[in-house]
């Protein structure tokens, strides 16, 4: 372990667009955050292009060259993510994939992509359709999970499958269930196809069935009666960061692609009671689950879900009184933390601007505090501000890197 | 040529890194330097980083990219590097290594990396290398030069050779020469490291005998009985920068891996008396060198190694002190130059922090004045201050370019 620590914080969406019909004045210019411009202050202050300039990036692709790994490179599907994030293993050699509980009518027509937002028994569900035989690709193996309501996740696991295939999942209602396709010519991919498509199909001849559904139907209730999948997956090819730079490393984080990316990454995933990736987060509960990680750990990241949700609602109001309580769980850290041996970083994934309602290409503040980042010596850590920085412009991808400098775990390019 | 000049200068290690504890303070800060800081105030002031940032770099690798040579394509080990710098000539198909005489026991355990450094008879000892017949790879010839001190370097020279092998010296004492290995399947690494090995064994059979070294014994000192080789190099693939841009060019520099990357890139290499690439170098000399080539040249490349020296010792109070002596060559510059027809860049090939004493991916500034770059109007030259100039934060591949931009012979990409 080194001597120092770092802390990485990530906002999701934080990050916003200044307009002329507000003044130009973002959500991050008009809270109160004492503790985050105090940061700023003392800390080293820039632009991340979270991929580069004019670049809209997917949260997943963002964590990607968040964490050090160029998306271009390594990033190969949602869906593993999500597997890895639920508690999956995977093999490399294993597609996985997004799935929803649906409701279709006999026509295989969707009524509701997810099935009233069934919450309970769909453990049960899962279970009716783990053993399934598929027929027509005997070598292919299906591995079903429920996560959270109507979520779940699908490994195909066998030899020569491939995650290049389209989704069942129409991403519309009043539309029939795709056909998966191949998206490229090999026969791995045309396996694939018709394992997912035999899959899905099977999935409504049990699901429709099940007593769970039956109840449900007799209550009013849509049942959740097929399975629809998207985002197909496999193993990102990378060499977890702890071991590149000889470093052990801990995330808290709800939201279960991060924690995929993170546990890939070679993190220790932690669970964090109240932690929940939504508007009622516990953030105090996250700042000292992150403080007591950084105990045996010389990086902790810490993810916040918060911030991206009222960003996406066009919602200014929350996502500033959001700010605010991010700033107090900074105070809860900045009591416990000495600048003269940790590093205490602030950025967001991608902007979110309310303006846009979606994921933007916007650069993105960033913030490093520590025994030898310079002070920006500005008063306010905002959008505008940042441009104004001593860090100048960066890529997300440089991060990681800087900071394995700063800890004296980067390796000499040359001699 | 054209009607304006360039000097390019770049002080090895100067950047450093602003550290809590002192203040954030660096050397460039507190040094007493008005000949540098004026050029700051009246040229354009920026950031560079090596590579990029968090990617730290040998000098090697970063005088590749200070010279426009990409080092992810062009790089190709040291040996060759080292070799060219001393004057050996190569052929694209050799392999060169930088080698030391050392002293190993009767079981060719190293006792002593360096031999007592021995100073005098070296090139005895090399002349009875020369003309070795390698029994095991007939048609590859050794060609062997001592240098300075204990350093020399080989070339082995013969068809389907490869730099892909493993060093015999072993980097530390108490432990065997190590056999060389291939580093990949190929035929030529295989060939390379058989012939590698029988050279280290026969260097060991005929050093030992050597009448220098048995007077050397006689005397009590340690015998240089055996070369150990490390970094492999073939000649970089590219293309002088003096036949890219149709310039002329000279270097100005006592490192022989430096002039050896000078030399391939198609300038001129001068020796200067008293350049020694030392604390102790004349400064003074290195500079009329540099204005006397810029009679006949476009482009004088000069570079300082004594920054980087109390950089790797740590010794902040040296550090200043090497650069107000740079101050004042500098100021001898100065003197001679017109600004409306010159342009002079002071620039580092890397930071070496005094808190980190090794190499370090942080950001070094810029300074280029001349008829065309706007001023900084910054007061003084320093890391600090870059992070607020008025080119913003480019990389060393990128000077080149922009000189030669400004040369009027940068070739228009597209119509």
Redesign the interface.
Same mark, same amino acid.
């Given at each position: 372990m080194s001597e120092k620590k770092v802390f990485l914080i990530v906002c999701d969406g934080m990050a916003d667009r200044p307009t002329r019909d507000r003044k130009f004045e973002t959500p991050l210019d008009v809270a109160h955050k004492p503790n985050i411009d105090e940061l700023a202050r003392l800390g080293s202050v820039g632009l991340v292009d979270p991929i580069s300039p004019g670049v809209v990036p997917g949260s997943d692709v963002a964590h990607f060259a968040l964490l050090g790994y160029d998306p271009f490179r390594f990033y190969t599907g949602r869906g593993s993510l999500e597997a890895v994030g639920a508690g999956i293993r995977l093999a490399p050699t294993d597609v996985a994939f997004r799935c929803n509980f649906a409701t279709v009518d006999e026509n295989l027509t969707v009524v509701d992509r997810r099935a009233g937002r069934i919450k309970e028994h769909t453990q049960d569900l899962a279970e009716s359709l783990n053993g399934m035989r598929i027929t027509s690709t005997p070598d292919v193996a299906a591995e079903f999970h429920s996560t959270i309501e109507h979520r779940a996740v699908l490994v195909l696991r066998g030899p020569s499958i491939s995650r290049m295939v389209s989704d069942t999942d129409p991403h519309a209602t009043n539309i029939k269930v795709a056909k998966s396709t191949p998206l490229d010519e090999t026969p791995a991919s045309k396996k694939t196809a018709v394992a997912l498509n035999e899959f899905t199909e099977k999935s409504f001849e049990i699901l429709q069935k099940h007593e769970v559904n039956i109840e449900r139907k007799s209550r009013g209730q849509n049942p959740a009666n097929i399975v629809v999948a998207r985002g197909p997956g496999t193993l990102p090819p990378i060499t977890p960061l702890t071991v590149q730079y000889g470093i052990k490393a801990a995330c808290v984080a709800a939201v279960p692609m991060v924690r995929g990316i993170c546990k890939i990454s070679g993190m220790e995933v932690l669970n964090v009671e109240g932690a929940t990736g939504g508007l009622d987060t516990n953030l105090d509960a996250k700042a000292h689950a992150a403080l007591e990680a950084s105990e045996k750990n010389d990086l902790v990241f810490l993810h916040v879900k918060a911030t991206d949700i009222p960003s996406h609602d066009g919602n200014f109001e929350m996502k500033k009184k959001i700010l605010e309580k991010i700033d107090k769980m900074f105070g809860t850290m900045f009591d416990q933390i000495d600048?003269?041996n940790t590093y205490i970083a602030l950025t967001a994934d991608h902007a979110t601007p309310i303006s846009v309602r979606d994921h933007s290409a916007d650069p993105v503040p960033i913030v490093i505090a520590g025994? !030898?980042f310079? /002070?920006s010596g500005l008063k306010k850590f905002s959008e505008k501000n940042s441009a104004h920085?001593?860090?100048?412009?960066?890529?997300a991808l !440089?991060?990681? /890197?800087?900071?394995?400098?700063r800890l004296?775990r980067?390796?000499?390019?040359?001699?």
């Open positions: 600048l003269g025994p !030898d310079p /002070p920085g001593n860090i100048g412009r960066i890529r !440089d991060i990681i /890197p800087m900071i394995a400098d004296g980067a390796k000499k390019f040359g001699f």
